[in-house]
């Protein structure tokens, strides 16, 4: 795969990146960093790639390895303001526009451990359970019992977030 | 909670992060492995400067005749340990390409990689400061403003057994303490990667 070709097969699948980095990074200049260092894996790991497994398969791969062990700017946080813009849109009243649910999500999601983290993407993203063990090396059935804990605690996570309201 | 919904408003936010246009363009510094790697090229470079500085001592540490070519001739074998070292150094900056592995599997790797690299420094460093210690002891030897006829019998170790036993225990001693020193230098260098680590591994 050549330079470009590799750039236009980012373009395409460039949500994953964002979805990625989202997920793992909630200051926005951690968020490109890790945007950054994710397609430099890719491009370092591209020899690797096998034509027979689907691009956007192994990006995920790639991405969540990367994010895993990116190193986040310390010093940089905590962001005040940005910390307390996101934590009055989180604890902002349950309300069933997406936009709000996204919010809360987000505010939720920074309290899950990094395995969880990647799980609960996965399954948004609509893997299989098969799909997301292989991702993630684990067995399929720790998939199932550890998908069902993160959704609980983030269901709890929210339900708190209400709350303190 | 409605992931789909979720899903859909993830999709629908602003997207403020191009592509770049070049993979030149793409700057890589926050990687756990990156700095690694860093650190490593960072002990390469210490250990390329002691080899020059070791074989250009002779040119400001005047040495007998004698001692001079028993210098370089120990002054080798240091040489060809640290090379050895290097090319393990080298081998593992170039094999820290394990991304498209299982999460798991390549945060295993990782561990095992830095682990390896403590493990094999303190034990190479063990061999390197033994091996230093015979060219060290040529330097004080041969320097010495005595007549080279004086000197001989120190640099052909025709010393009594007592004083041959006390040298050797002196250099098991210097090497083990200097292995020790590094160990640690190379544990407090790696030991807050490998926490996170091992943090994350506990995860799974």
Partial sequence: MTETEFLDKLEQHKGILLKVSRIYCDHPEDRKDLFQEIICQLWRSLKTFQQYSAFSTWMYRVAINTALVFHKHDKRRPDKQALLDHDGHAKAAYDDKPEQQLRQFYGAVKHLNEVEKALILLYIEGLSGEEIADTLGISANNVRVKTNRTKAKLQNLIEAQNNEL | ?204
């Fill in chain 2, 1 to 204: 909670m409605n992931f789909d919904d979720i899903k859909k408003a993830m999709e629908d936010e602003p997207n403020d992060l191009p592509v770049p246009l070049s993979v030149k363009d793409i700057k890589s510094s926050h990687s756990l492995m990156k700095k690694i790697k860093n650190r490593l090229i960072i002990e390469i470079l210490i250990s390329l400067l002691l080899i020059v500085v070791l074989m250009i001592n002779p040119s400001w540490n005047k040495m007998h005749e004698t001692a001079q070519s028993l210098y370089y001739l120990t002054v080798f074998n240091v040489v060809m340990v640290i090379l050895g070292f290097i090319l393990f150094q080298l081998k593992t900056i170039n094999d820290f390409k394990v991304y498209d592995l299982t999460s798991r599997q390549s945060i295993e790797m990782f561990i095992i990689k830095i682990k390896s690299v403590i493990e094999v420094g303190k034990y190479f460093s063990f061999g390197i400061f033994a091996a230093l210690c015979l060219p060290v002891f040529i330097i004080y030897v041969g320097s010495v403003h005595v007549p080279e006829s004086h000197i001989q019998k120190y640099l052909h170790l025709n010393i009594p057994w007592w004083q041959m036993a006390l040298f050797i225990a002196g250099v098991i001693l210097i090497a083990f303490l200097g292995s020790v020193y590094n160990w640690k230098i190379l544990q407090k260098m790696y030991s807050k990667q490998l926490q996170n680590l091992e943090k994350i591994i506990k995860q799974f």
